[in-house]
């Protein structure tokens, strides 16, 4: 009963259970920045706003396609890079764009503009619109980005508030060893994923595509180096990614 008592009340109220298991968020517990007492509660929630936002195929039928769709996706990678940008500020641009993708056809205008916006949800200090003029060359004018990113927030209804894929990340690297007890992801659930993830990094490591500015970017030291990793490069890479390849 003591024991129980003492417990996160999330781990209570959201049924879970810690039956031969190690509870990650335990040596955590004097770090109040860590919200351990219901950092389960946050992540679960999460997760529900995430139900009924996915759409796999939402640029089927459009005249957008993922090509069209990757050039500005990687132009925006490299202006984070070059502006020293949050990684929520870009994962929030590419998430506003996949949500509106499918009302424009003015592809370096929206990205502009959703970067400007999410500039402004993410950053202690945003960038100016005359910023985002000097990077387009001045293509775009400031009356075109302001009309743009009113468009856009109306279409979105200001919501903006949605989870990112860093939020997860920097969960499921701490809950690894326990991934499916704390996701409730199943192994066939992440097979697929895993797969088309694969099948890009061949593509990309064997020069397919023009699209480099995420390879790029964690090429470098201070992203570690990932995409140099040998590990990108071995048989368990091309045996997930078999399935999924077309020649």
């Given at each position: 009963r003591e024991d129980k008592l003492f417990r996160p009340f999330s781990d209570v109220l959201l049924d879970v259970e810690h039956v031969d298991k190690e509870d990650v968020d335990v040596e955590d517990d004097t770090n109040q920045d860590l919200c351990?007492?219901?950092?389960?509660?946050?992540?679960?929630?999460?997760?529900?706003?995430?139900?009924?936002?996915?759409?796999p195929k939402y640029l089927a039928g459009q005249e957008i396609d993922g090509n069209m769709r990757a050039l500005p996706v990687d132009w925006l990678v490299q202006i984070q890079m070059k502006c020293m940008l949050l990684q929520e500020t870009l994962y929030m641009t590419v998430a506003?764009?996949?949500?509106f993708l499918q009302m424009s056809k003015t592809l370096q205008l929206v990205?502009?503009?959703?970067?400007?916006?999410?500039?402004?949800?993410?950053?202690?200090?945003?960038?100016?619109?005359?910023?985002?003029?000097?990077?387009?060359?001045?293509?775009?004018?400031?009356?075109?980005?302001?009309?743009?990113?009113?468009?856009?927030?109306k279409a979105l209804d200001f919501c903006l508030g949605l989870p990112l894929p860093p939020h997860f990340l920097r969960r499921?690297?701490?809950?690894?060893?326990?991934?499916e007890h704390y996701t409730s992801y199943t192994e066939s659930d992440l097979f697929p994923v895993m797969q088309h993830m694969a099948k890009n990094i061949i593509i990309v490591?064997?020069?397919?595509?023009?699209?480099?500015?995420?390879?790029?970017?964690?090429?470098?030291?201070?992203?570690?180096?990932?995409?140099?990793?040998e590990e990108l490069n071995s048989s368990i890479?091309?045996?997930?990614?078999?399935p999924v390849v077309k020649y």
């Open positions: 351990v007492s219901y950092v389960k509660d946050i992540y679960k929630y999460l997760g529900e706003l995430e139900v009924g936002k996915s759409r506003i764009i996949d949500r990205g502009i503009s959703t970067m400007f916006i999410a500039s402004k949800y993410e950053e202690v200090y945003p960038m100016s619109i005359g910023d985002f003029m000097c990077i387009t060359g001045d293509a775009h004018t400031k009356f075109q980005v302001q009309h743009m990113e009113r468009k856009i927030l499921i690297a701490k809950i690894t060893p326990t991934l490591n064997e020069g397919s595509t023009d699209y480099l500015a995420i390879k790029n970017k964690y090429a470098v030291r201070t992203n570690g180096k990932i995409s140099t990793a890479i091309w045996d997930l990614a078999l």
